[in-house]
């Protein structure tokens, strides 16, 4: 078939895209391994965010720094077309096990693919703009950026994950963690606990009844946490004791229906000990996430013409009940988004554990900081180019960016009114 000269276009653009892109790539691999010798948490990514700005900087970006009042979120722009896309790029890591979930990978990656498109983003009429996003892991720097405005004017957003698989497109569960605090009374364990009222045994009873719930569940309902805080002394009945605990489920409404099952339990475990109970949101609520198929398509097709070999081997079934969590999924809710996952070799481990940190900076994950990277930006100058699609993502109606966004930034007082 013969090709036409808007192919043989596309063709030098996608070639041109490449040679940025790999221009780019001893420096954006310099960038991922000094992310990971440096993990920094949720909303403390001031190093991180700072590296990865500098880069974009350097490449010839413009930089708003602490976008949305978030001190390490940025936006860097280059190029001034119609049509904006937006590539994202995260900063944090994990407690303890650092780099775990592979963050140094797709801020990596993320700078490639803005660095490659902003090589053609004039001819193309585009607009790219590469957000450093705080808060992944706990927060929702995401959801309060969405939420504050940062992307307004985008049509369509994209990054990259790494995983032990690889699948062009994306699915989720919808979660919020919550906060319990019970308030007791202390007393001497021995001379005197009948005085005492045990915060520590409202956790118990909250945590027996927990478990006891899951034998109920659907196989999508994950309720898992960890005590924060359980006393000071062992001969003194303790009078404060707090629990952090993520809940997830398919869906928003899911979600909530879940949410007050296990509020229940909480609730049971004041009751029975006569305990005060405060339940606070930790984190804004992640959702569902939803796929743009055409975009999944074509950086699907991207990837394998740059080598890159898609897991097939899990139904949707199966990778539904697998199922992580991400902010990234708010965006989808409202821009065409994908959220591709990128395979390293892992040598068996999974997402957030040590040995997946170390597969981080090892040469798989090098090297697909290049290959998502230049995929993403193949995908934008698929979409930048077929004026279809160019007039879908444009015209699309965003919605209120604030549709859901109050569910998971109040808090709640169970010793009074419930908040939001």
């Known amino acids: 078939m013969a090709h036409t000269a808007a192919d043989q276009h596309d063709v ?66 280059a190029g001034s077309g119609e049509l904006v896309v937006a590539v994202c790029a995260e900063l944090d890591a994990l407690p303890d096990v650092g780099h775990a979930c592979g963050h140094n990978v797709i801020a990596a990656a993320a700078v490639t693919a803005g ?36 992307f307004d004017g985008v049509h369509a957003a994209m990054m990259v994950h790494p995983s032990p698989d690889e699948y062009a497109d994306h699915h989720t569960r919808a979660t919020l963690d919550v906060d319990i605090t019970y308030a007791g009374k202390p007393a001497h364990a021995a001379a005197a606990p009948h005085e005492g009222v045990n915060a520590l045994d409202a956790v118990t009873i909250a945590q027996v009844a927990i478990g006891l719930l899951r034998q109920q569940l659907p196989a999508s309902a994950v309720v898992s946490g960890f005590v924060l805080e359980g006393g000071t002394a062992a001969n003194v009945i303790p009078s404060r004791a707090s629990v952090r605990y993520d809940i997830r489920s398919s869906t928003v409404a899911e979600l909530e229906q879940l949410r007050e099952r296990v509020l229940n339990c909480f609730r049971a475990g004041a009751v029975a000990t006569g305990c005060e109970l405060q339940v606070e949101h930790h984190s804004r609520t992640y959702t569902e996430f939803r796929n743009d198929d055409a975009m999944v398509a074509s950086y699907r097709r991207n990837a394998e013409a740059l080598g890159r070999v898609f897991s097939d081997h899990a139904t949707l079934a199966e990778r539904l009940n697998t199922a992580g969590s991400t902010d990234m999924a708010n965006i989808s809710q409202v821009i065409p988004t994908i959220h591709p996952t990128v395979r390293l070799e892992t040598h068996g481990a999974t997402n957030h554990q040590p040995e997946f940190a170390q597969c981080c900076v090892e040469e798989s994950a090098d090297r697909a900081i290049l290959e998502a990277g230049t995929a993403l930006a193949w995908t934008a100058i698929d ?38």
């Open 12 to 77: 030098d653009l996608k070639q041109r895209a490449e040679e940025a892109a790999r221009r780019a790539w001893p420096a954006a691999v310099s960038l991922s391994h000094d992310l990971h010798a440096h993990p920094e948490l949720a909303f403390e990514e001031h190093r991180s965010a700072a590296a990865v700005a500098g880069l974009l900087e350097r490449n010839g970006f413009a930089v708003d720094h602490g976008v949305a009042g978030l001190d390490t979120a940025f936006v860097a722009t």
């Open 383 to 420: 979409l930048a180019g077929d004026e279809e699609q160019r007039r879908r993502l444009r015209s699309r109606e965003t919605a209120p960016r604030n549709w859901l966004l109050a569910g998971g930034s109040g808090h709640t007082g169970e010793s009074g009114e419930e908040g939001d």
């Open 115 to 150: 660095v490659a498109l902003a090589a053609v983003a004039d001819e193309l009429g585009l607009t790219v703009r590469v957000y450093g996003t705080p808060a992944e892991e706990v927060g929702g720097g995401k959801v309060i950026m969405l939420e504050r405005g940062a």
